[in-house]
């Protein structure tokens, strides 16, 4: 409730008066703010999301295809999540048929040969889902396949949604006509007055003898914003929470591939899903590819983001890479043809090939990073590698800003990419990492950070240290364009993690944010234009790490102060706020994240116990006493007269 209360933007109103000093505060520290003196600029990208194709973050998460392995791919223990259905005195088999499929990039199918069936005793597969298929009451599911048969008599075939524990199907559709030339059918399930719930499978029969043959077999709930094969709307709604400013995309390591061979290659995932073949990710599990290059930039257009598009540059995981010169060329021009796609009018190629695919739009392209953690490269090849696709993205397209993921020395990159994966205590350490960083190099994107603590989400201590080094990022944001947390997104499910402390969790009914994700939310929500001059004095035993953190920003145009205050220590902390000159009205907000351990989480059976809570300010002025408990984080937002 309280979690929805927040989403909505409705307060849960407490009220603060600031002048009052908590019995057992540590002594009181001091805070000067000049809001008229503005010292930096802060980045209107600073915030934003980046993500790949890791614990299920599409596939089985933000990508609302509700069936598993689509395209019929099996291994020793047979076809993966489809199972034989033989109801009643059925009888038949089921096996992968590699000699026909339903085109040339999906060359293998199901094969169910039905040697006894009738009406009332059918026989086919059931599809278990990504741990289940979520199932809502009074939703319509849009489904499709492909399908062939060796007569017509075999059909029609019979599609159920069906609760595992009670076996009634919750809504059924049929579909006639299979004939012997692949085709692909559509289908509509619509649900009553069912109860929500994960536990359900799709089952398709049939109640004739004969063969029939399936591929990309595919079922989606209503999506965000309605579009065709979309994404998951909670999920989309908890990003937009976030205001993000961009998506850097693809990866990580899903842009590389553990082999060469199994880099993203983005031209095999546009178009119909029936020509994408599907690719094996460095993450352990096959990708569908459902999540191509245009559904992510239809990602970025449903929630107002900038595409940072990672290309890949010529470097996968098992030290492969491609030399710089000849042999890197056709990865130049494939990464030209991809800018292309994105950005071309209907004029050029690649541009016509989008809009051929729907999209007649041309995307706003400002970033494009090369590679990814080009510095596990042990050859050496990124100087040379970078060089090369810097000279010729920049010589068709100048206006683009060129993200290095190392300092390079043969060309000057307009941005360099750092990642930090760290503990709480790090952060607290680090968060002056950028504070007396050189202003005249390459600008900075922060393009995965996190503090990793917790799993599979960070917990309470994790978001203290996210929040201290989000004060770093903010003051430092003249030199920082953007930052992005990673990853973003997991299943819980068992088997659906593979990096512990993921920001956002889920299964195939529910969702949830962790703290740190609600401390993203805070920062993020009240970003403001510039930072004003400030000091902090009196914090901490002299020597020890601090626990006390904060960043002012200012937003110039809403004339409002955003002061953020981080007490990572267990002991509440007193502080005085002196803001010289400034006229401020005497109510203001406070918004508040607060837990009793830095153990508290969230989790998909509680996933509020750690959120916000807004209350009102009152008695705010030029010099004000306000006490922060013992682990906090808080925003305090004033407005300017
Ligand atoms: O975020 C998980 C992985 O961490 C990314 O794929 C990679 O870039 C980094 O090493």
Redesign the pocket.
């Known amino acids: 409730m309280l979690e929805k209360a927040f989403a909505k933007g409705m307060a849960l109103t407490l009220t603060v008066a600031v002048a009052f000093i908590q019995a057992g505060a540590q002594s009181s520290a001091k805070l000067t703010i000049h809001s008229d003196r503005p010292v930096s600029k802060v980045s209107p990208t600073l915030y934003g999301l980046?993500t790949?194709e890791?614990n299920y973050s599409y596939d089985g998460g933000l990508y609302a295809e509700m069936v598993r392995n689509r395209t019929v791919e099996s291994d020793w223990s047979g076809i993966l999540h489809w199972i034989l259905l033989e109801n009643g005195s059925a009888q038949a088999k089921i096996g992968v048929d590699k000699g026909t499929g339903p085109s040339k990039a999906l060359d293998h199918s199901l094969r169910i040969d039905v040697v006894k069936a009738n009406a009332e005793n059918q026989a086919g597969v059931l599809n278990d889902g990504y741990w289940g298929m979520a199932v809502r009451p009074e939703t319509t599911y849009k489904g499709s396949f492909w399908a062939k048969a060796d007569g017509a008599e075999v059909g029609p075939v019979t599609v159920a949604l069906v609760n595992n524990q009670t076996g009634k199907a919750e809504a059924k559709a049929t579909v006639t006509g299979v004939g012997t030339e692949w085709k692909q059918f559509a289908f509509t399930l619509k649900t009553g007055a069912v109860e929500a719930s994960a536990q359900n499978h799709l089952e398709l029969t049939v109640g004739h003898t004969g063969t029939l043959w399936l591929s990309l077999v595919s079922l989606f709930p209503p999506t965000y914003r309605d579009r065709p094969g979309g994404f998951r709307v909670d999920l989309m709604e908890k990003l937009a929470a976030m205001h993000p400013q961009f998506l850097r995309f693809p990866?990580?390591?899903?842009?590389?591939g553990d082999h060469i061979a199994e880099r993203y290659e983005w031209k095999k995932t546009i178009g119909p899903l029936v020509d994408r073949p599907t690719h094996r990710s460095?993450?352990g599990y096959r990708s569908t590819d459902g999540m191509g290059l245009l559904e992510f930039l239809e990602w970025c257009e449903d929630l107002k983001m900038n595409p940072v598009l990672a290309v890949y540059a010529g470097y996968s995981m098992a030290q492969e890479h491609v030399t710089p010169g000849a042999d890197l060329e056709p990865y130049v021009q494939d990464a030209l043809e991809e800018i292309e796609y994105v950005t071309g009018g209907a004029d050029t190629k690649w541009g016509a090939v989008r809009v051929k695919d729907g999209h007649p739009a041309r995307f706003k392209l400002t970033y494009v990073e090369i590679g990814?953690?080009d510095q596990?490269d042990h050859s050496g090849s990124y100087d040379g590698r970078y060089a090369q696709f810097y000279k010729a993205i920049k010589a068709k397209y100048p206006e683009l800003e060129l993200i290095a993921t190392t300092p390079v020395k043969s060309v000057r990159p307009d941005v360099i990419d750092d990642?930090y994966?760290v503990r709480a205590q790090e952060f607290f350490r680090d968060q002056t990492h950028y504070d007396k960083a050189d202003r005249t190099g390459p600008k900075i994107f922060v393009?995965?950070w996190?503090t990793r603590e917790g799993a599979p989400t960070p917990n309470f201590g994790a978001a203290l240290g996210d929040a201290a080094w989000m004060t770093g990022l903010e003051r430092n944001s003249d030199l920082i364009v953007m930052a992005s947390y990673?990853?973003l997104l997991t299943n819980v499910n068992p088997g659906g993690l593979q990096?512990d402390t993921d920001l956002i969790g889920y299964d195939a009914l529910r969702s949830y944010g962790s703290p740190s994700y609600y401390a993203q939310v805070l920062f993020a929500s009240y970003l403001g234009s510039e930072t004003p001059a400030s000091k902090l004095e009196g914090v901490g035993p002299e020597g020890a790490v601090p626990k006390f953190f904060y960043s002012v920003t200012r937003d110039a145009a809403k004339k409002k102060l955003y002061v953020k205050l981080v007490n990572a220590s267990t002991t509440a902390q007193a502080l005085e706020i002196d803001l010289p000159g400034a006229k401020l009205a005497a109510d203001g907000k406070l918004v508040m994240l607060h837990a009793h351990s830095t153990q508290a989480t969230n989790t998909i059976e509680h996933p509020t116990q750690v959120v916000p809570v807004e209350s009102a300010l009152h008695g705010v002025g030029a010099k004000m006493e306000h006490t922060l408990p013992g682990l906090s984080v808080e925003v305090m937002v004033l407005d300017e007269m």
């Open positions: 980046m790949e890791i990866g990580g390591n899903y842009l590389e460095p993450w990814n953690e596990f990642h994966y393009g995965e996190a990673a990853p990096w």
